[in-house]
């Protein structure tokens, strides 16, 4: 199964920002881990800090994968456009925090996108990513006809 993470802006710094937050280790440091966790998954890696860039991975994805795992950034509380382009896919969409939104800002507490997406999994660090991708792997299959 083809598997997209795709990470929004400002999360090519994990690691550097915010670590009392988000955490000392950068996404580019985990990414080969999960790829461990599911040697029968064909996991990519997108991130971009523009809108329109994350629009067009969704877009040249959307109906090909079998899944997206998306951490929006701070898209997630802004854009319309984005959560338009999820809606308009065929490909499932988990989206991930790493933070646990309903203890941030007010600002934080609402996902545009999170609608749009089969669920939602936040708080749990960079484990948010390996949870959605479980979902995948146990749960997902079944629904789309595949052999788990």
Same mark, same amino acid.
């Given at each position: 199964? &083809?598997?997209?993470?795709?990470?929004?802006?400002?999360?090519?710094?994990?690691?550097?920002?915010?670590?009392?937050?988000?955490?000392?280790?950068?996404?580019?440091?985990?990414?080969?881990?999960?790829?461990?966790?599911?040697?029968?998954?064909?996991?990519?890696?997108?991130?971009?800090?523009?809108?329109?860039?994350?629009?067009?991975?969704?877009? &040249?994805?959307?109906?090909?994968?079998?899944?997206?795992?998306?951490?929006?950034?701070?898209?997630?509380?802004?854009?319309?456009?984005?959560?338009?382009?999820?809606?308009?896919?065929?490909?499932?969409?988990?989206?991930?925090?790493?933070?646990?939104?309903?203890?941030?800002? &007010?600002?934080?507490?609402?996902?545009?996108?999170?609608?749009?997406?089969?669920?939602?999994?936040?708080?749990?660090?960079? &484990?948010?990513?390996?949870?959605?991708?479980?979902?995948?792997?146990?749960?997902?299959?079944?629904?789309?006809?595949?052999?788990?």
């Amino acid at each position: 199964m &083809e598997i997209l993470v795709l990470n929004g802006p400002n999360l090519n710094l994990l690691g550097r920002r915010e670590p009392t937050l988000y955490g000392t280790r950068s996404f580019d440091d985990f990414f080969p881990e999960l790829q461990s966790a599911f040697p029968d998954f064909a996991l990519s890696h997108f991130q971009s800090n523009h809108e329109g860039a994350l629009i067009d991975k969704l877009h &040249e994805v959307g109906f090909t994968y079998h899944g997206i795992v998306l951490n929006a950034g701070g898209f997630t509380h802004t854009s319309v456009a984005l959560a338009d382009a999820i809606a308009g896919i065929a490909t499932p969409v988990v989206e991930v925090h790493l933070t646990n939104l309903a203890a941030r800002e &007010e600002f934080r507490q609402k996902s545009l996108v999170g609608r749009y997406c089969k669920g939602s999994i936040a708080g749990f660090g960079l &484990e948010s990513y390996r949870l959605a991708v479980q979902w995948f792997q146990n749960i997902q299959p079944r629904r789309m006809g595949f052999r788990v």
